[in-house]
């Protein structure tokens, strides 16, 4: 009989023991998100110093964005990539949880659900492959290409490799953004719900390049050529930082006598050449009005957005050469050529050279005559010296 009670008595004690632990509130497991700049890496084949904006994305990230970072060309080195170090503290049950990264480039909060759904201002850019329990180092990796695209239609599926490369030229080219910031959105969720968030919102995106000059100006000069160029007030960009030069050498090639010496050439002359440059510049392969340059016929700078003159580097006298000039920004955003001009170096011909070359038989100041000559002078001026005397002492 005591051994019943006692069993009765330990299922009584089991049974408020248990109702007691389920009326405690359960253990709050604290989960985060922070991401810090030493976290945040936009990797480049060439790698911007902390003074040529690294945070910011441009035209030239857009299209080195050719495919994903584990499939790098060895031709083309490393694609870029923005890549996201973030601490996250998850807790326990991570089988329903997701870290993913959301871009906006207004004002939206990209937490509340209604931003993430096909009406909102957000859209889904990257997400990590896998969470565990505990405290994390979270990379994630977003493609350039899929910020730049701006939002799309679908928000909850990531675009795929395949469609941001096949897509590449045309997304980089969309002019959607000059100089737009962004936010991008680091979140923890559990289904639709976010559990814990960070922000990161110091990265600008500017795939838009200012227009090139108008008309260019190309005088020769001794191994160089000296230009001048104009730009429509209306068409100029706040963020032209400065301009480069791009020569190329015509089928003329050197030796012959210049066209038109070391006068200057100015593009839009019409003519033949219409709209592109001069009826005075024959055509050439690699420097067309209108084209992206090509840096192997880069040929000199001049920095300042209000710069409107400037030289080339050194060039062969007596070749005749196509010039024309692109527009650089602050983020390296670079336009297209502008019209061309054309010019041939010519050494320099002071009074002196044009003196001689017509025949003239002097050096050049008192002692540039010869025997004969300063004989002759010594005469004149005694003789001018006894004249003057004469009529001096005639006058008293």
Known sequence: MLRIRRSLAWTSFRKVAIATLLALPQVAYAQSVSQSANGFEIEREVERSSGEYPFWINYQDCIEDYANRSQPDPARGRPTTIHFNTQVSTGP???????????????????ENEERQTNGRCWLVGRAESLNSG????????????????????????????????????????????????????????????????????????????????KVEVCAGDERLFLNW???????????????FYCEETDQGSGGAPAFNSGCITSGTAGAAGSSGSELCPEVEHITPGEKPEEAYRCGTSTGKGSRE????????????????????LVFNQSALSRVGCGIPQPVTTFFDAYTDAGGQGGGGF???????????????????????????RSL
Do not use: H, M
Request: charged letters at 20%; glycine letters at 8%.
């Open 367 to 393: 002692c540039g005559f010869d025997l004969t000559s300063r004989s002759s002078l010594l005469v004149i001026s005694l003789s001018l010296g006894i004249g003057l005397l004469y009529r001096r002492r």
């Open 135 to 214: 405290g994390l180092s979270i990379d994630t990796y977003v493609r350039p290409r899929a910020v730049v695209r701006g939002k799309p239609t679908n928000n909850g599926n990531l675009p795929s490799d395949e469609v941001l490369n096949e897509a590449g030229e045309e997304i980089c080219n969309n002019g959607k953004y000059n100089q737009q910031s962004f936010n991008f959105y680091l979140l923890l969720a559990e289904g639709s719900d976010v559990i814990a968030s960070d922000t990161w919102d110091n990265t600008t995106v500017d795939t838009v390049a200012p227009p090139p000059p108008s």
């Open 230 to 244: 104009t730009i429509e007030t209306e068409s100029e960009d706040n963020d032209t930082q400065g301009f480069t």
């Open 310 to 329: 400037g030289r080339t580097n050194k060039l062969k006298n007596g070749t005749e050469y196509v010039v024309a000039i692109a527009s650089t920004d």
């Open 93 to 111: 049950g991570n089988q329903n949880k997701t870290f993913e990264v959301w871009a906006t480039d207004g004002s939206a909060n990209c937490t």
